[in-house]
């Protein structure tokens, strides 16, 4: 069985950034900055603006977001794209971790992935949102390990220790199946609800207007795009 087909892209070209940003709020509830709008057939592409805004505006930034054209609800421009937030969750690690290797790393999640048919690199992207690659690290809440596990949540996914890479890993892709079938693969709601808890995301009935969530699903798009035309790039040369 293949993995999930995500609805999202990544795009061959460049795109320069525009003076002028439009904030479009989408039908289910997800609200994101774009830089500019592209038709392609019944879809609309919005291209992500940077995530490094000190780079030269002539830069690429390669994410998009395609979407139905009947999936966006309101578009209103904005004069200038906000500077990005400073992170709100500083896991902290252990000194001394025994970090896996990024070919162990790779095949832990490889093997979740194709345990629970989520794609490789989508788990990849919210290990690097959720712990930065630390195996022990802990969020001021208490969430752990590579994929930021709660307690709780470890122990429903049969997670004995969190700070064991492999466990972490299966466990927190075990919960992200989770949510993408409750969610019906709508993978912005997904990653919403692994951020924070499915019943704010139902209580929203969207994404919920948590500048901390809205970062999270926007950097996870931005960083699972990146993965993707890193593949595509390759597989060119």
């Known amino acids: 069985m293949q993995p999930r087909l995500m609805m999202l892209a990544v795009v061959g070209m460049v795109c320069p950034l525009a003076h002028a940003a439009e904030h479009v709020t989408l039908r289910n509830g ?21 995530q490094n805004p000190a780079v030269d505006s002539a830069s690429t ?24 937030l400073a992170k709100t ?8 971790d025994a970090t896996p290797t990024q070919a162990e790393m790779h095949e832990m999640l490889a093997h979740a992935g194709a345990m629970h048919h989520v794609d490789t690199d989508l788990l990849a992207s919210v290990m690097k949102a959720e712990s930065g690659g630390h ?8 969430a752990r390990g590579l994929m ?19 466990q972490n890993i299966a466990g927190g892709t075990a919960y992200l199946d989770e949510l993408l079938t409750r969610y019906r693969d709508n993978i912005a709601l997904a990653l919403a609800a692994y951020n924070a808890g499915p019943g704010a995301v139902d209580r929203y009935h969207g994404v919920p207007p948590y500048r901390e969530t809205r970062e999270y699903v926007a950097q ?18």
């Open 148 to 166: 930021q596990l709660m307690p709780a949540t470890a122990s429903e996914m049969g997670v004995q220790d969190a700070f064991r890479p492999d």
């Open 30 to 50: 997800f609200e994101l900055n774009c830089v500019r709008q592209e038709a392609v057939g019944n879809k609309i592409r919005l291209y992500l603006p940077q």
């Open 89 to 96: 969750k500083t896991p902290a690690s252990t000194p001394g």
């Open 220 to 237: 996870v798009i931005r960083e699972f795009n990146r993965r993707k035309q890193m593949t595509l790039v390759a597989r060119a040369q």
């Open 61 to 84: 930034d390669t994410s998009y977001l395609e979407v139905a054209a009947d999936a966006i609800v309101r578009v209103e421009t904005v004069a200038d794209l906000p500077q990005p």
């Open 135 to 142: 195996v022990r690290a802990v969020s001021r809440t208490g």
